[in-house]
């Protein structure tokens, strides 16, 4: 993986972190994003994109960069989500993430086009989890902790397979949600879940 965005080119960046979120698409639970301030050598092979990783690979390295890396997690709920939208809902799932690292970043790379308000120096990269490696380690905590966390409200919430599914529209979600209708965790704003609620 290239590395030049985190190099800084021109200009010095000592501590610099990575931002990701998981969980944006699906109709149910939270979106939850991480901050990761990779150490100065790190040695994780298959560091990649979360998306192109097996649920394995994911938790083998969210195991190493959390032991290895400073981290943090920040969440937004399904409630949140409704009361807003789902961006503005990333954006501060993002900004409780870097708000609870243990050590401010001197410099913060963010997956995608739009950055949080806030007062830190910090650039957008489109297609990030696949260009730099701090984004990369952000992105599979974010997407390994937000599985985790889809597993347990399955236990509370079952019959949505959500499991397996993590919360997206999958068809068993869908046979699900026609079953038994619409649980406290799904996103009430989303279409399919609106007119859903609709039509009841």
């Not at 401010?104 to 830190?120: E, F, K, S, T, Y």
């Not at 952000?138 to 079952?158: F, G």
Request: charged share 25%; with cysteine; hydrophobic share 45%.
């Amino acid at each position: 993986m290239n590395t030049e965005l985190e190099s800084g080119a021109g200009w010095p960046r000592k501590k610099i972190a990575g931002v990701d979120e998981a969980g944006r698409g699906c109709w149910a639970g939270p979106v939850v994003a991480a901050a990761v301030i990779l150490p100065a050598s790190y040695d994780w092979d298959g560091l990649d994109d979360s998306k192109k990783l097996s649920a394995e690979q994911r938790e083998r390295l969210s195991a190493r960069i959390r032991q290895d890396a400073a981290t943090a997690l920040g969440i937004a709920t399904a409630a949140e989500i409704d009361a807003s939208n789902i961006l503005v809902a990333s954006l501060r799932a993002m900004a409780r993430a870097v708000a609870k690292l243990a050590r401010a970043p001197d410099h913060i790379l963010v997956d995608g086009n739009r950055l949080p308000d806030w007062a830190h120096a910090a650039e957008a990269v489109i297609g990030g989890d696949a260009r730099s490696p701090s984004i990369a380690a952000a992105s599979i905590i974010a997407k390994h902790a937000r599985d985790e966390m889809m597993v347990s409200l399955d236990e509370q919430y079952p019959g949505y397979h959500w499991a397996q599914n993590k919360g997206y529209g999958v068809p068993a979600h869908r046979e699900g949600l026609e079953a038994q209708g619409v649980s406290p965790e799904h996103r009430r704003t989303f279409a399919p879940i609106r007119r859903l609620l609709e039509q009841s």
